[in-house]
């Protein structure tokens, strides 16, 4: 008797999802655990795998469908052969046409994103030296087989090749060409656009700019940086932990701006769950750091690189990224001299941190070289007056120029 394949159960934020990738065929053999779809929804890619060994005995929803929560995708087959599936025709012809996987390809377990990246360049995956937990290949992985020289398959040519959309041309271009590419826009992506189209159309937004000396705060991670390694087992120690702590500190001393809109009323909130925006492919993502205040800066940090790592594997959950009630954001890192970060609704403020750079500065009468920060408050002003938020971001530059002040919460 055939079983059902589900979509997992999508949180209340999360009203539907989308079929992005079929990594089985009906009729092809799958073994238990295995991946066999991934559902993209506004949040994060959710990964089905198969309930048992068996195959997939028909797809009810192909790619590109939409799906609701709990929704049947496919019946599943357990213990069958693919002989035994009704559309076991067409994977043999295609097994035919595809150039064949060792035995030990299959069993690897790729990251969505490598996957993808391994099938766009026609890469044998078994020849891929693994990093990931439990010898999962990340795309990282991939991207260092690629530059390692290992030269991409050439792909065979399939029957259907006629049929299909160009490719984009290469980048030696005759003269007078004018190439363009059209791809559907992502969930993720079109979640980030609309919401923060919204928040610039709900939100009464402005910007206050301070810069700060990292000179102190250098000089401080420059001493310790070794034995805090060490005291902590590889956790590095970086900047931004400093940031989260002093915005804590700061959020203590002005409600308003850990607090959030809802219609007519003013939320404040006793807790300080702080977002740290991470880039990934897919788009930008907040994962929360939950009692931010309760954290200190070795759990910031090794906090931070494993979201940073989930981001990168696509293994967010929604959970990671659902609530904040404050958000950072560290254009730094890209080389962003200066910006103005757009709120995360139904935040009411975001802290953006830009490049150091060394700039001459007058201290006590001198011209000094001194490594400088550009810092930017973006707020809503309907429940942050421009005192307040002045306020907010020299309190934050007062405590990372003297880091000893946010030990002492002074």
């Known amino acids: 008797m055939a079983k059902e394949i589900k979509a997992p159960t999508f949180p209340e934020s999360v009203a539907d999802g989308v079929i992005a990738t079929w990594h089985k065929k009906p009729g092809e053999p799958v073994k238990r655990d295995e991946l066999i779809v991934d559902i993209e929804t506004d949040k994060v890619v959710l990964e089905v795998v ?9 797809v009810l929803k192909e790619e590109g469908e939409t799906v609701l929560s709990e929704e049947v995708i496919a019946f599943f087959k357990e213990g069958a052969v693919a002989s035994e599936a009704p ?8 097994e035919q046409a595809a150039p064949a996987q060792s035995a030990a390809a299959q069993d690897l377990v790729l990251s969505p994103s490598a996957r993808k990246l391994a099938e766009e360049n026609n890469l044998d995956v078994a020849q891929i030296q693994a990093s990931g937990k439990g010898g999962r290949i990340t795309k990282e992985d991939v991207l260092a087989h ?32 004018r190439p363009e590419k059209r791809v559907p826009m992502t969930r993720l992506r079109a979640s980030i656009a609309r919401r923060l189209v919204e928040a610039q159309q709900n939100a009464a937004m402005l910007t206050t700019f301070n810069e700060v000396n990292m000179k102190p705060l250098m000089d401080l991670r420059a001493k310790y940086k070794d034995v805090f ?87 967010l959950g929604i959970d990671d990224m659902t609530g904040g009630t404050f958000t950072i954001s560290n254009g730094g890192v890209f080389g962003s001299l200066m910006s ?23 201290v ?47």
């Open 50 to 58: 198969a309930p048992n060994d068996g195959v997939i005995e028909k």
């Open 87 to 94: 559309a076991a025709e067409a994977p043999k012809a295609a």
């Open 146 to 177: 690629l530059s390692g020289g290992a030269a991409a398959k050439p792909a065979p040519a399939a029957p259907a090749a006629a049929s299909e959309a160009p490719k984009m041309p290469a980048l030696q271009l005759q003269s007078g060409e």
């Open 229 to 315: 390694e060490k005291r902590h087992n590889g956790t590095r120690l970086g900047f931004m932990s400093f940031f989260v702590k002093a915005a804590v500190e700061a959020l203590k001393r002005f409600p308003a701006v850990n607090a959030s809109i809802d219609g007519n009323d003013m939320v404040y909130h006793g807790y300080f769950d702080v977002g740290v925006a991470v880039s990934s492919d897919r788009g930008l993502v907040v994962p929360v750091l939950r009692n931010a205040d309760s954290m200190g800066l070795a759990d910031i940090e090794g906090a931070i690189r494993e979201y940073g790592q989930k981001a990168r594997d696509g293994k």
């Open 340 to 362: 103005t970060p757009i709120l995360n609704p139904p935040q009411t403020a975001i802290l953006g941190m830009h490049k150091i750079q060394e700039r001459p500065m007058a």
């Open 364 to 410: 006590d009468g001198q011209v000094v070289i001194l490594p400088m920060m550009y810092l930017a408050l973006s707020y809503d002003h309907r429940m942050i007056d421009g005192k307040e938020a002045v306020q907010f971001l020299v309190t934050i530059k007062e405590l990372i120029e003297d880091p000893a002040r946010i030990l002492l919460e002074v």
